[in-house]
T-cell receptor
Framework: GIQVEQSPPDLILQEGANSTLRCNFS?????LQWFHQNPWGQLINLFY???GTKQNGRLSATTVATERYSLLYISSSQTTDSGVYFC??????????????FGKGTTLSVSS | ETGVTQTPRHLVMGMTNKKSLKCEQH?????MYWYKQSAKKPLELMFV???????ENNSVPSRFSPECPNSSHLFLHLHTLQPEDSALYLC?????????FGPGTRLTVT
C-alpha cells in the first residue's frame, strides 16, 4: 500500500521562528490534506492541497504531485502552533467515502 | 469547530460492558468514517459509510460494530473490549474528498 512519511518527527522552536514540515508519499494521490492536532485531540483542517500552493495567514502549503511530496510552512511561530501536524492522502479521484492514509506526524513544540 | 460532534468525549468501561459512541453532522455530507488513534501509532481507518452503506471495513474485530441509520448519524457499538482497545476514536465526514473530523472520544478500557 501507499507509504506516507513525514519529517522531521519532532521539532522544537523558539517563538517567532519559521519552519518547514515535509510529507513524502510513495504513489500518485488524488487528495492530500494537512491537519493540526491540538492537545485535546481535535484534528483541525489546515489545507486541502492535492497540488499547487495555498496560503492561510502564517501558514502555507505546497504540493508537487509529480515529485510526490508536500511541504507545510509555518512562519513567525507562536506557542499556540504547538501540537502534532499530520499529512494524509487518498488515492481515488473525485469520490467520497475513500480512506485517508495518515503519516506518523511531526510533533512541534514552540516555546516563548 | 468543524460541525462534526461526538459524544461522549471521554469514556471508561470495563471489559464486560457494552457502550456506544455517537457521531453527528448536519453539514449535508454523505460519507462518514470511524478512525482509531492509538498511542504511538498513526491514525487508522476502521469503517467507511457512503450514503448509509458500509463501503469499507478495515479488518476490524467484531467487538466493534458500526451503525449508520442515516447520513447524519454514525454509531460505534462496543462490547467485550480489551485493554489494548483504549484509544482516541475519531469520527469524520466528507462531502467529497476533503474530510472533517470531530473532537474524538477518548476511550479507556479497564
Amino acid at each position: 500500500g501507499i507509504q506516507v512519511e513525514q519529517s522531521p518527527p519532532d521539532l522544537i522552536l523558539q517563538e517567532g521562528a519559521n519552519s518547514t514540515l515535509r510529507c513524502n508519499f510513495s504513489d500518485s494521490v488524488n487528495n492530500l490534506q494537512w491537519f493540526h492536532q491540538n492537545p485535546w485531540g481535535q484534528l483541525i483542517n489546515l489545507f486541502y492541497i492535492p497540488s499547487g500552493t495555498k496560503q492561510n495567514g502564517r501558514l502555507s502549503a505546497t504540493t508537487v504531485a509529480t515529485e510526490r511530496y508536500s511541504l507545510l510552512y509555518i512562519s513567525s511561530s507562536q506557542t499556540t502552533d504547538s501540537g502534532v501536524y499530520f499529512c494524509a492522502v487518498d488515492l481515488i479521484a473525485g469520490q467520497a467515502g475513500t480512506a485517508l492514509i495518515f503519516g506518523k506526524g511531526t510533533t512541534l513544540s514552540v516555546s516563548s | 469547530e468543524t460541525g462534526v460532534t461526538q459524544t461522549p468525549r471521554h469514556l471508561v468501561m470495563g471489559m464486560t460492558n457494552k457502550k456506544s459512541l455517537k457521531c453527528e453532522q448536519h453539514l449535508g455530507h454523505n460519507a462518514m468514517y470511524w478512525y482509531k488513534q492509538s498511542a504511538k501509532k498513526p491514525l487508522e481507518l476502521m469503517f467507511v459509510y457512503n450514503f448509509k452503506e458500509q463501503t469499507e471495513n478495515n479488518s476490524v474485530p467484531s467487538r466493534f460494530s458500526p451503525e449508520c441509520p442515516n447520513s447524519s448519524h454514525l454509531f460505534l457499538h462496543l462490547h467485550t473490549l480489551q485493554p489494548e482497545d483504549s484509544a482516541l476514536y475519531l469520527c469524520a465526514s466528507s462531502p467529497g474528498q476533503e474530510q472533517y473530523f470531530g473532537p474524538g472520544t477518548r476511550l479507556t478500557v479497564t
